[in-house]
């Protein structure tokens, strides 16, 4: 059956190494539609949580359920179709960026791929290039800014019509009102669609219909943005205070880690 973009992870533990738990105990169920940020201090799990539904890892204990079917006997073929997982750091093809765009739907219309490229925040660059879309982009897209590389994956991730959609820092490189306005179109676009956010931008985020506080690990609150400032809790303070989630973003910069 088709996936409708039902995510549930129930009592999931993990740990990337024997004894260094990652994640512990966390039950979450996203709804089909549902637009969702997740919000915590580098290190809190943000990224384990969108790699373990795309399936990337598996969990030590407890399981992931993606409409009601553990994502372990889901065929992985099916599941990377539906699942799209974007990281900071794009997977872009020494090719044109139309054939670029093109992995995304082989068979995407011109219309298709406009509307991709004008999702993404693309148009006016395009516009500006003697060769539009069938310019090459050279190996691994260094002809393209960092930020033209993501709006590059952004748009192929839109053409490939996910049902889950986990953007993890993948618009780090945008500025911040094209990251908004980025964020904006894919949740007019995909309104049937599960989009999971994570921006070290929190201000980008208030506007979900959910947002979900990760500490050390563990789910610490959840709720809109107006609920959580309300609770003064750790998101309120992660919201009032960004030197406190800049200078916790050293380590994970430093290390590597997305
Ligand atoms: N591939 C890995 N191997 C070992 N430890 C990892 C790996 N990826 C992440 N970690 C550790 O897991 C914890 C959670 O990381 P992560 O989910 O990337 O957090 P976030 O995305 O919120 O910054 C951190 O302590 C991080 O160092
Ligand atoms: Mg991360």
């Avoid at 260094?20 to 966390?26: A, K, M, R, T, Y």
């Avoid at 995909?190 to 690990?217: C, E, M, Y």
Wanted: hydrophobic residues 40%; neutral net charge.
């Amino acid at each position: 059956s088709p996936i409708r973009g039902y995510v549930e992870m129930d009592s999931v533990s993990f740990a990337y190494r024997d004894g260094e738990s990652v994640l512990d105990g966390i039950h979450l169920k996203l709804e089909p539609g549902e637009k969702i940020a997740l919000v915590g201090m580098s290190g809190s799990g943000k990224s384990t949580i969108a790699k373990l539904i795309a399936r990337l890892y598996d969990v030590n204990r407890g399981a992931v359920y993606i409409d009601g079917i553990d994502v372990q006997n889901v065929k992985l073929g099916s599941l990377r179709t539906k699942v799209c997982y974007l990281l900071q750091d794009a997977v872009i093809f020494n090719r044109t960026m139309k054939e670029n765009l093109l992995l995304g739907n082989p068979s995407a219309t011109t219309t298709e791929l406009q509307r991709a490229v004008e999702i993404a925040d693309l148009q006016e660059f395009v516009r500006r290039l003697p060769q539009g879309l069938e310019t090459p982009v050279g190996p691994r897209g260094n002809a393209l800014s960092g930020g033209e590389r993501q709006r590059l994956a952004l748009a192929r991730a839109v053409l490939q019509n996910p049902s889950i959609l986990l953007l993890d820092e993948s618009t780090s490189a945008l500025d911040a009102p094209s990251e908004q306005r980025v964020f904006m179109n894919l949740a007019q676009h995909f309104p049937r669609q599960t989009i999971v956010f994570v921006s070290h931008r929190i201000s980008a985020l208030k506007w979900v219909d959910r947002i979900i506080v990760l500490n050390r690990g563990v789910i610490e609150e959840q709720g809109t943005h107006d609920q959580l400032i309300r609770n003064g809790g750790l998101y309120a303070h992660l919201h009032t205070a960004p030197s406190a989630l800049s200078a916790a973003q050293l380590p994970s910069q430093v290390s590597g880690n997305n």
